[in-house]
C-alpha cells in the first residue's frame, strides 16, 4: 500500500474538498491510502471521516509569504518525519511551488492540480496569485485539471495540451444522486416546504460564490412569484453578511440558510431549479450533482461550457436580475432523471477512483 498525502488549506465542504472525499471513500484502500496536509488547525468538516477511512491528518501554518522562511521549515520537519509518503497531490494552489518542491527534495512524485478558471475582470489578487504560482509549472510532475479551462488558466496552454497533464472529471456517485420522490418528500417535510416553488444553492459563502447577487436575483423572483423559496446550503465566512442582507430586503421568511448538510444528495431532489451565478469556477461537481438529479440549472455564463452534459443547463451573464429571474421561473417542473447520461459521460466515482488508484500506482514504478 502507497500513501498519498493531499494538501488543503483545509477539509471543509467544498467542491474539491468533497470531490478528494467522493474519490477517497471509493479508491481501494488496499492498494493507495490517502493523508492529508492542511493549513488550519479548526476542525474540518470532513475530518472524523478521513480518520474513520484510515487517514492521518497533519498541520502546518498557512502560508502568507512573510513567514515562508518558518513554512519551509515546517515542511521539511514534516517530510523528515514521514519518509512513507510517496506522492503529493497539491490542491492548495497558492503555495503549491513550494510544499511539492520540498516533497521532491526527499523523493516524492509531485502532482499539482487546478481547480478554478480565470475570474471574471481585473483584480490585484489575481494578478498576484499568478504571479507567485507560476513556479508550479516548474515544479511538478504531473498536472490534473478538472476541466481543460482550469488547466490552462493555471498552468498554461502547452501544458494543459501536453501528455504531462490530464483531466480528471469532477465524479460522484451517481445514482445517490438520481432524482428521488422519498428524498423530496423528506427534505420539503422538514423544511414545510410544501408546494411553494423552491430554487436551490449548494456553495461556500466566500466571494466567488457570488452570493450577493444571488440574493438581488432571487429578490426579483420572489416579487414575481410570492411563493417561491430560496434554500441556501453551505457554510463560510461571509454567511452573516448574507443573512443581514436577506434581512435588509425583508426576505427572512422566503431564505433558508441550512448550514453544511452531510444529506446534499436528498436536498437536490427538493429543489426545482438550481441556481448557482459564481464569479468563476473550474467544474463544479455541484452541477454535475444537480444535473443528475435531473435538475434544470442557471448558471454564469463565466463556468465553462463542459460542465452541460445534459440538455437543462442555462448560461446567463452576471448582469441582469430580471433575465436570471425570468429564466428560474420559467422551470416549473422537473426535468426527466438525468443519472443514465451523466455516466455515460464519464463522470461515474467508480471509473474515476479506478483510474486514480491505477495512475498513482504507475507513479511509483
Not at 408546494?195 to 449548494?202: A, D, L, M, R
Not at 459564481?278 to 455541484?286: D, F, I, Q
Request: charged fraction near 25%; charge should be positive; aromatic fraction near 14%.
Amino acid at each position: 500500500m502507497i500513501r498519498v498525502l493531499q494538501v488543503f488549506h483545509g477539509m471543509d465542504c467544498g467542491g474539491a474538498e468533497n470531490m478528494i472525499m467522493n474519490l477517497y471513500r471509493h479508491i481501494d484502500r488496499t492498494k493507495v491510502q490517502f493523508d492529508f496536509l492542511v493549513h488550519t488547525t479548526k476542525k474540518c468538516f470532513f475530518d472524523d471521516e478521513i480518520r474513520q477511512l484510515g487517514g492521518n491528518i497533519y498541520y502546518v501554518p498557512y502560508y502568507k509569504i512573510i513567514n515562508g522562511k518558518q513554512y519551509k521549515k515546517a515542511l521539511d520537519t514534516f517530510f523528515k518525519a514521514h519518509p512513507e509518503i510517496t506522492i503529493v497531490h497539491g490542491h492548495l494552489g497558492s503555495c503549491a511551488h513550494v510544499y511539492l518542491q520540498i516533497a521532491k527534495k526527499y523523493g516524492c512524485y509531485a502532482i499539482a492540480h487546478s481547480h478554478n478558471t480565470k475570474p471574471k475582470g481585473f483584480s490585484l489578487k489575481n494578478l498576484l496569485y499568478r504571479i507567485f504560482t507560476y513556479k508550479t509549472r516548474k515544479v511538478a510532475d504531473y498536472f490534473f485539471g478538472c476541466s481543460i479551462a482550469a488547466a490552462e488558466y493555471r498552468f498554461g496552454y502547452k501544458i494543459a495540451h501536453s501528455n504531462k497533464c490530464n483531466i480528471l472529471k469532477n465524479a460522484i456517485d451517481v445514482e445517490k444522486f438520481a432524482y428521488s420522490e422519498d428524498y423530496r418528500k423528506e427534505i420539503r417535510d422538514e423544511f414545510n416546504l410544501g408546494n411553494k416553488f423552491v430554487i436551490g444553492h449548494v456553495g461556500r459563502f466566500n466571494t466567488q460564490k457570488n452570493h450577493a447577487f444571488l440574493i438581488d436575483i432571487f429578490k426579483t423572483v420572489h416579487e414575481k412569484k410570492p411563493n417561491s423559496i430560496l434554500i441556501l446550503v453551505g457554510g463560510g465566512d461571509l454567511m452573516p453578511m448574507i443573512k443581514q442582507k436577506v434581512d435588509s430586503l425583508g426576505l427572512n421568511e422566503a431564505v433558508i440558510f441550512t448550514g453544511l448538510r452531510s444529506d446534499v444528495h436528498k436536498m437536490m431532489s427538493a429543489f426545482d431549479v438550481f441556481l448557482f451565478p459564481s464569479l468563476y469556477e473550474g467544474l463544479p461537481v455541484t452541477l454535475v450533482e444537480a444535473q443528475a438529479a435531473g435538475l434544470p440549472v442557471v448558471c454564469s455564463d463565466v463556468i465553462t461550457s463542459e460542465i452541460s452534459i445534459t440538455n437543462s443547463i442555462t448560461f446567463l451573464p452576471l448582469e441582469n436580475e430580471d433575465e436570471w429571474s425570468d429564466n428560474l421561473l420559467k422551470h416549473s417542473k422537473k426535468f426527466d432523471n438525468q443519472y443514465e447520461l451523466i455516466l455515460q459521460n464519464g463522470y461515474d466515482i467508480k471509473t474515476s477512483a479506478y483510474y486514480l488508484t491505477d495512475y498513482y500506482l504507475k507513479c511509483i514504478k
